[in-house]
């Protein structure tokens, strides 16, 4: 089974979610530094018509598949991938793992008030979490050095970021190797639902393949990103086809 399956212009990781979870708590007792991006559909097809930002996302040490689009993309191409690999479940798996162990997450991103409601919500689910500290995402470049200055002297194991597509890819890319932490991951609008701000859709509509649905339905605003939708499997099967 090969270990990464190309599709359009990303190098996406052929991996299950234990095993990736197992890979980065066994380096998180080491000196490596890992830096994770969960592209979707909609973030394949911005890399496909942005070189720059496809370089920054195949940088990664690992790009996995967050989007059902991903698999059945990989399938036409004839490189299936194992699975999904959500972030809003990645980054869920990391907490509880870390939960009881002694190391420390810090949260950047999402808007003042609902950073503060999701990390007031992990901690009463994982009392024994060890939360660094935690930054909303809306700050200038002034306030940006402040905050990474205080990140390096916090130093946290792991740094969640999420401050949307493409900001939160292009903050790890700028500084990731000048950041005291050993695991950087892009979470997208994960705070939101950590703060019940917004929920994700059911687990039924999460196997069916249709989360995509459900959030179109919270955020109808929604509707002109999901055009990238169509034209992600029409490139693919341009790609399949050489048409």
């Known amino acids: 089974m090969k270990e990464k399956t190309k599709i359009l212009t990303l190098e996406i990781n052929n991996i299950t ?128 050095n402040k905050i990474i200055d205080e990140i390096n002297r916090i130093r946290p194991d792991l740094l969640f970021v999420g401050m949307g597509v493409p900001l939160q890819e292009k903050f790890f890319a700028a500084n990731f190797h000048n950041l005291n932490i050993k695991l950087g991951l892009a979470v997208g609008g994960s705070f939101d639902v950590l703060a019940g701000y917004t929920e994700r859709a059911p687990l039924w509509m999460q196997k069916m393949y249709l989360e995509w649905f459900y959030r179109l339905l919270q955020e109808p605003k929604r509707i002109s990103r999901m055009i990238a939708l169509p034209r992600f499997l029409m490139l693919v099967f341009k790609e399949k086809f050489g048409i």
């Open 17 to 144: 979610m234990d095993d990736l979870i197992d890979k980065l708590m066994e380096e998180l007792e080491t000196e490596t530094k890992n830096l994770i991006f969960t592209p979707n559909s909609e973030i394949v097809v911005r890399a496909y018509d942005d070189s720059d930002y496809a370089k920054i996302l195949n940088s990664a040490d690992y790009l996995v598949p967050d989007g059902a689009g991903l698999l059945l993309a990989a399938k036409i191409l004839g490189e299936p991938l194992q699975e999904r690999v959500a972030g809003y479940d990645l980054m869920r798996g990391l907490l509880n793992k870390i939960s009881d162990k002694n190391h420390s997450v810090y949260f950047l991103g999402g808007k003042p008030g609902i950073i503060d409601l999701a990390v007031k919500n992990v901690k009463e689910e994982l009392p024994e979490i060890n939360m660094a500290g935690f930054h909303h995402g809306y700050f200038d470049r002034n306030n940006k």
